[in-house]
């Protein structure tokens, strides 16, 4: 079952589950004549609103990203707690309402009436599409491929656990084995397909997005080689227990089916706080824009008048997984800056720029039609400023885990940039990728404000450094 078909069949089931769950209250309520009513409430417009308050509850606490395989028991549990909370603000509502009208408040009891409705309805609906996926996984429709690395009884052990659990939805395809003797071997008819040395190959054959670390301990330390290996390649690393030590502070724990594996480096920030953090990015990108609107058009103006050349600069960049996307700046530097030189990286007093792109730039001006990337979803307001596609790989190669930046989406503004300089030289680039891990890291709405606000007193004072 593809991502899309899921959302919909849950989308679908939530919208007829809530729905039913209004119509079955209100029929208690109100048509079954056993309560008494001062005046008879309507029907229709209740039950849309009602319906949204819910959508926009299970879509911030994360009830509509994409299952796989996890326990059924979890889900209802997360429904229990969105519902509890739903419930909880509903109830103060009413409350206030009432207080405020001088109403009777005996109807906000009935609110817990329509929670087990509620409840019973919403779950009803997710477990029979949840048991439906299930049972496809079973008969092998919607089965994912894994790779696992490491050939030893532990790698044994996880193999078997996956084939005796059919509902995993699991098939492993192959080994990658630590030694070179071990190539052609095989267990339970999977061979081992190469060494780690030749992972990424390995992975971009195989077109795998799941990788199962099964190391024994005196392999531990490959274990960092092999995350970095497979950073920015949109693999779903998971990892036996035993060597969560290792990389303490690096993983989570999730339970599928009860089997144990360990999440490599999961997303950190809930899903609520990603969707109120891109909800904050299209408002600020559009305030920013409503607001400078003077500036840019003095700004465009005055760029054509200091040099030749257009207006608007757009630069190939690498953002969140990868994804290439052009990013739109005014144009500080004189036309064709880099047709000698190829690409690299500017400097604080760069000769190529010009007068009024010096301005621009200390005060950060040449970063407002970033704004309309914030609002395409390519970048962010807070994040790791986007690379360069040629200095993303030239930089892979050289420092340990620089892809893992593209775990996010990137940002106008970032913890790099309100504490460190510009990117002249490799030692800069490896400073500021210190505070980029620091962020991903401790990522939340916390620092985002901290970070902007950080960043509008580098602008009105005209201090600090960006790119």
Do not use: C
């Not at 009830?63 to 209802?76: G, I, K, P, Q, V």
């Not at 081992?192 to 077109?207: A, G, M, P, R, Y």
């Amino acid at each position: 079952m593809s991502k899309k078909i899921e959302r919909l069949l849950i989308l679908t089931s939530d919208f007829i589950a809530i729905n039913l769950a209004w119509v079955v209250f209100f029929y208690f309520r109100v048509e079954s004549g056993w309560f008494d009513l001062l005046s008879r409430p309507d029907f229709l417009l209740p039950m849309i609103t009602v319906y949204f308050y819910w959508l926009i509850i299970f879509t911030f606490v994360g009830m509509y990203r994409t299952w796989f395989a996890h326990s059924r028991f979890d889900e209802l549990a997360t429904l229990f707690k969105a519902s509890f909370v739903g419930i909880f603000i509903l109830f103060f509502l009413i409350l206030y309402d009432d207080y405020t009208h001088g109403a009777s408040t005996s109807i906000r009891f009935f609110i817990l009436l329509y929670w087990a409705i509620f409840f019973i309805f919403v779950s009803s609906g997710r477990l029979i599409i949840r048991s439906l996926q299930r049972n496809l996984l079973i008969r092998g429709i919607g089965r994912r491929k894994v790779l696992i690395i490491g050939f030893n009884p532990q790698a044994h052990e996880v193999h078997k656990s996956i084939k005796n659990h059919k509902a995993l939805g699991l098939d492993v395809i192959g080994y990658v084995a630590v030694r070179r003797e071990n190539v052609g071997k095989d267990f339970l008819s999977v061979p081992v397909i190469d060494t780690v040395k030749n992972l990424e190959s390995v992975i971009e054959k195989t077109q795998i997005k799941t990788v199962i670390i099964a190391l024994e301990r005196k392999h531990e330390d490959i274990l960092l080689d092999i995350i970095s290996k497979s950073e920015g390649k949109g693999i779903e690393l998971k990892i036996v227990p035993d060597l969560y030590d290792i990389i303490s502070g690096q993983a989570r724990t999730s339970q599928i089916y009860g089997f144990p594996l360990i999440d490599v480096m999961p997303e950190l920030m809930p899903e609520w706080e990603k969707k109120i953090k891109r909800l904050m990015d299209i408002f600020l990108s559009l305030a920013v824009l409503l607001i400078t609107l003077p500036i840019t058009l003095i700004t465009a103006v005055a760029i054509k008048i200091d040099s030749k050349g257009p207006i608007l600069y757009a630069q190939e960049r690498m953002g969140q997984g990868g994804k290439i996307f052009k990013i739109y700046k005014f144009r500080s530097m004189i036309k064709d800056a880099e047709k000698l030189t190829g690409p690299v990286w500017s400097s604080k007093d760069d000769p190529r720029i010009t007068k009024v792109g010096r301005f621009i730039r200390k005060f950060r001006i040449d970063e407002i039609p970033q704004m309309f990337n914030i609002l395409k979803g390519d970048m962010s307001f807070v994040g790791p400023r986007p690379e360069r596609p040629f200095f993303v790989e030239k930089l892979s190669k050289e420092i340990p885990y620089y892809k893992r930046r593209l775990k996010v989406r990137p940002g106008i503004t970032g913890w790099a940039q309100v504490k460190h300089k510009y990117d002249e030289t490799i030692d800069d680039v490896k400073e500021k990728l210190k505070y980029d891990f620091f962020y991903i890291e401790n990522m939340s709405l916390k620092m985002d404000f901290i970070i902007i606000l950080r960043t509008v007193l580098v602008v009105l004072f005209g201090k600090g450094h960006y790119e």
